[in-house]
């Protein structure tokens, strides 16, 4: 993956060097090439945000995309949501859609012993919903 991101960020770069040379005498369909050369960042935002984030870093009360083994799906992590087994809150993450999550997350939560008294498979990742 970091091959690849090295790879689009010169790129980027590279094309925005070149409009940044040559912006003024460019022309496409009657208009400078200049509002390209502005986009440039936001692109390379959105490549960011695409991006697999380390499950420690995801966002409380938000809901993120998130990854289980080969299985992706829309969930929310939610502080003190849950009990452990000596009666001690718990975060928990809750998926967003009943019908969308491994069947090991009971009631669409993930548990560290659910209904069948198994541990629930743990999301590895998370990215934004707009990265999609």
């Known amino acids: 993956m970091g091959e690849q991101k090295d790879h689009i960020e010169h790129l980027i770069s590279t094309v925005g060097n070149f409009i940044g040379d040559h912006g003024s005498s460019l022309t496409a369909m009657g208009r400078k090439c200049l509002p390209l050369k502005q986009a440039l960042p936001s692109a390379s935002r959105q ?3 695409m991006q697999w984030r380390p499950i420690a870093d995801a966002p409380y009360d938000e809901d993120v995309e998130v990854r289980v ?14 009990l452990t087994a000596d009666m001690k809150e718990c975060d928990q993450w809750q998926a967003a859609r009943e019908s969308e999550h491994p069947p090991c997350w009971s009631g669409g939560a993930c548990w560290r012993s659910n209904e069948d008294e198994a541990v629930s498979l743990q999301p590895d990742a998370w990215r934004p919903l707009h990265a999609q």
């Open 47 to 49: 490549f960011e945000a």
């Open 69 to 82: 083994g080969e299985m992706t799906f829309m969930a929310i992590l939610s502080r003190n949501a849950s």
